[in-house]
């Protein structure tokens, strides 16, 4: 199921292990950026930690298998981040609006609950396992070979949307009447709408905008990582790693924290570094190999916990995250 | 104040009394109960009374069941001697202890950054606990066994069930008095108005690290129950799941009464023990509740419990009765059509559906539904659920509109009560 390529071990080959990895970890973190872009930008309008950000990124990755096994891939990258951005519209429109005036906390636990149902439901219609969403075949071929490992030209494709979908977010926010309206409305919202600027519509249009990227990046993603139910939950952990890190609403720091995250989380698996290796060139290596613990974890079996660990740096050090204004 | 206490003294008496009378399945149930219920409570400490909203508490649900395990395991090869009964201890120690740690970092933020600081602790534990051998057991987990203890065997579901109805009486007695104390009111002035009470002179970082570690202290004293009654545990307790149970126990609950998260706590888990056998759906329809309690009753349960309670010399029963009725027969209309509809798609779309189409050629079976048999493509088995949900949904704004009129008599009431009331006189007051 998994069509991860095989990783490279550092001491193998350093030249082929450093490309690789640099790539696959790039193309990671696009893939974090797509869906960390909607969630950082909901966050700085509204105000909303969106739980159930990461439940669209799976919806995305299931209305296209569901798409694609019946009618055609490529419909389905088209269809699922409308249907995904009209299921955001729905949400913010009659749910979230609702327990606005309950304040932040209740908009948390709303989006958190919705989270749990959209878990429950995938489960319901498709299994509590991973489904066979796969690419067309005509796509399955290496883009270019790189120390005799094919590189698949699917994961070129993956980055491809990604920053296709960066500069037309880019142009639409910088470069049209729409965009300085959603800028004002992010920035003072009181103002924006005094000016006769229908405000909740234009958060409406922004959670929906959002929603459809992480629907996308589901839809694209879905086909080459696994689909399963468990999907939103595990992307949607390193996504808030993400978003905390670059500064909660800032778009140019979720796009640098998400290829920060990505180039870690694809080089710290190949490599085998540990405290006590650290400690050896002070020569308290052996100490702290009889030690073991903490001091012999490897940092290949760690990858998972160090994302979490600078997210709770960041919080505690500087809260604005890299490029986040406010705190 | 009297009632209260009968009230309480009955559900205690009901607790002891009746688990010898059930089957082993029940008493397993009702000490997952307790256990829920205690960890909802500590959780609420930190939610109802200080205003701190922590996505993960299941980081100190799970270091109480580890610690309380290593204690277990050095008991058991004979280098320590500790009496069984006394093994929550270990758990709130450490609970304390990490609580102390974890909430001096997350306390120095608010709001939502609070939250994501508990939320990576919970996460940091939950990522590096399967590849930690020695102090959580790898993958797998620790597993010891319970000594038995002072002429008790602790080998019997029942003597567990005991053991967690006591710790957990006791925390939430505990809990109730530290509302009472000085501190406890300052709990809930920080919640209230953080920024007067320092200006009063207190520091309130420290106080808040204190509530915090108080609070993770009872979570660790749940996460040893449950170590004592499971002897087990494996890095799954700090996972995400478990910190959004107990959310959700909370708020449906009711977190701003307190004894609302036990309602929560206790209504979820003995549900998920009634249906888990009949429907792999319960934790969808859970998902279901907790935004419907969100969106239309906010205080929870424990609320809509409350709100009954302090107006209830005001209650106008031959007004509230059909309203409730009507409301009652709505809820039934829409459950009904909600499960018949889910129940009946979990079918179809289970892998066990498709294996019986592929032995039958891909013909469509009847599926079995409460007893009785559904073609799949007749239009009878889909007109049923859809008769209720019209039904449900025509009656649906007239039930409500007969809510809210009852209910703002009621109000209306209360106000015109209040304002009847005399002014009352300010002790000393100089009169002009």
Not at chain 1, 79 to 86: E, F, N, Q
Not at chain 1, 259 to 281: C, E, N, P
Not at chain 2, 370 to 397: D, K, M, R, Y
Request: one cysteine or more; a neutral charge; hydrophobic letters at 55%.
């Amino acid at each position: 199921m998994h069509r991860r390529p095989r990783i490279p071990r550092a001491k193998a080959q350093p030249m082929e292990f450093l490309i690789i990895s640099a790539l696959n970890g790039v193309i990671y973190g696009l893939l974090l950026f797509m869906v960390s872009s909607g969630l950082t930008l909901i966050f700085g309008m509204m105000g909303v930690l969106n739980f159930a950000h990461a439940s669209f990124y799976m919806l995305g990755a299931y209305i296209a298998y569901t798409i694609a096994t019946t009618v055609d891939f490529w419909l389905g990258l088209l269809v699922a981040p409308i249907l995904v951005g009209l299921l955001g519209i729905f949400i913010e429109r009659y749910l979230l609006r609702r327990v606005h005036s309950h304040g932040h906390a209740h908009e948390l636990l709303l989006t958190f609950g919705l989270a749990f149902i959209f878990e429950e439901l995938i489960k319901l219609f498709y299994g509590d396992f991973p489904v066979n969403y796969a690419m067309p075949d005509y796509l399955r071929f290496a883009g270019f070979t790189i120390y005799g490992t094919d590189y698949p030209f699917y994961r070129l494709f993956i980055g491809f949307v990604a920053v296709a979908m960066f500069i037309t977010l880019y142009l639409l926010l910088s470069r049209t009447r729409a965009g300085l309206v959603v800028r004002a409305a992010e920035r003072l919202p009181a103002i924006a709408e005094s000016l006769g600027h229908n405000v909740p519509f234009v958060f409406m249009g922004v959670f929906g905008t959002g929603a459809a990227f992480a629907g996308l990046a589901g839809a694209v993603a879905g086909a080459f990582f696994p689909t399963n139910p468990n999907m939103a939950l595990e992307l949607g952990v390193i996504v808030f790693v993400v978003v905390v890190v670059g500064g909660l609403g800032s778009l140019e720091g979720s796009l640098v924290a998400s290829l920060l995250i990505g180039l870690f989380s694809s080089f710290a698996v190949g490599l085998d570094w540990s405290l006590a290796g650290l400690l050896s060139w002070v020569g308290l290596g052996d100490w702290a190999r009889s030690v073991g613990g903490v001091f012999t974890l490897t940092l290949s079996s760690i990858s998972g916990t160090v994302p979490f660990l600078l997210m709770l740096i960041v919080l505690l050090v500087r809260p604005a995250g890299l490029m986040g204004e406010r705190n | 104040m009297l009632a209260r206490v009968a009230a309480i003294g009955v559900v205690l008496a009901v607790l002891i009394a009746v688990p010898p009378l059930l089957g082993i399945g029940w008493q397993n149930a009702m000490t997952n109960m307790l256990i829920a219920s205690l960890f909802a409570m500590a959780f609420n400490l930190l939610i109802g009374q200080a205003g701190l909203l922590s996505f993960g508490h299941a980081a100190f649900f799970g270091v109480g069941a580890f610690a309380t395990l290593h204690l277990m395991l050095a008991i058991e090869d004979r280098s320590v001697s500790f009496s069984t009964p006394l093994l929550p201890l270990a758990g709130a120690a450490a609970g304390f202890v990490i609580g102390a740690f974890a909430g001096y970092f997350a306390t120095i933020r608010s709001g939502v950054y609070f939250a994501l600081v508990t939320l990576a602790v919970a996460e940091l534990l939950h990522s590096l606990a399967p590849h930690w051998d020695g102090l959580f057991g790898g993958e797998a987990g620790l597993s010891s066994m319970r000594m038995p203890w002072g002429g008790l065997s602790f080998g019997s579901t029942l003597e567990v069930y005991y053991l967690a109805l006591g710790w957990t009486a006791l925390s939430i007695l505990l809990l109730w008095a530290y509302t009472r104390t000085p501190f406890g009111r300052l709990t809930l002035a920080l919640r209230d108005n953080e920024q007067r009470v320092r200006f009063m002179g207190y520091n309130a970082h420290a106080t808040k690290v204190i509530v915090f570690a108080i609070s993770a202290m009872f979570s660790g004293i749940a996460g040893a129950l449950l170590a004592i009654s499971n002897e087990t545990a494996n890095y799954s307790l700090f996972s995400l799941h478990v910190s959004a149970q107990v959310v959700l126990h909370t708020f449906v609950g009711g977190s701003t009464v307190f004894l609302g998260p036990v309602i929560g706590a206790s209504v979820f888990t003995l549900f998920a023990f009634f249906v888990s056998d009949v429907t792999r759906s319960w934790l969808l329809y859970q998902g279901l509740v907790f935004v419907l309690i969100m969106l239309y009753a906010p205080l929870g349960i424990g609320g809509l419990v409350q709100a009954h309670m302090q107006h209830w010399s005001r209650l106008r029963w031959p007004d509230l009765a059909p309203a409730y009725a009507l409301a009652g027969a709505v809820g039934a209309c829409l459950t009904g059509a909600v499960v018949f509809l889910v129940e009946a798609l979990q079918i179809v779309f289970s892998p066990e559906y498709a294996a019986a189409r592929r032995r039958l050629d891909g013909a469509w079976p009847p599926i079995e539904l409460f007893g009785l048999e559904w073609q799949v493509f007749s239009p009878v088995t889909w007109i049923v659920p859809s008769l209720l949900a019209a039904a449900g949904l025509l009656l649906l704004p007239h039930a409500r509109r007969k809510l809210r009129e009852s209910w703002d008599g009621v109000l209306e009431r209360a106000e015109a009560e209040r304002t009847a009331e005399p002014e009352p006189q300010l002790a000393g007051a100089v009169e002009p």
